[in-house]
């Protein structure tokens, strides 16, 4: 099915006070997520992919060595990848739910030890990518990294958080801090409700 452009799930000045400015996501949702969207839909035009989810044209086309089947999954995985990140975030502050505090604390012994290990992917992918929590298969919960447009449905894990560290996502408001720009993103941005959603 052709992919849409989502709305923001808040107004592009809503997380300005909160290190993300209304210049970034105007050009980050408006722009580049709105690229990939309609790249995407030219692509899969008239192909076996036209008719399905992106879910699984993501799954379907991840690996593959065909170059056009390449295009399709870079651009119909970003447009997944950002349709997350959107939702992700917020301007409230969300607190952390309990089962979800709990769950972190398991996996990583403490809150601020998974925020560590987040962190540290994020600023050690080389080039553009995204850091992420996941819940694997069989239920453990892990920090990952992955390249440009790939995503944690490749793996068949389910993404509880997703940061973008293409420079395109922080580059107005961090120029090259990335660290400083991911601190920002697991203080004031992340909408724990959202995640613990998805657990
Ligand atoms: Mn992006």
Redesign the pocket.
Known sequence: MAFTLPDLPYAHDALAALGMSKETLEY?HDI??KAYVDNGNKLIAGTEWEGKTVEEIIVGTYNKTAVAQNGIFNNAS?HW??AQ?WEMMGPNGAAMPGELESALTESFGSVAKFKEDFAAAGAGQFGSGWAWLVKDADGALKVTKTENGVNPLCFGQTALLGC?V?E??YYIDFRNKRPAYLTNFLDKLVNWENVASRL
Do not use: A, L
């Open positions: 980050h580049h997520h970003q990848n950002h990140f973008d293409w395109h996502s």
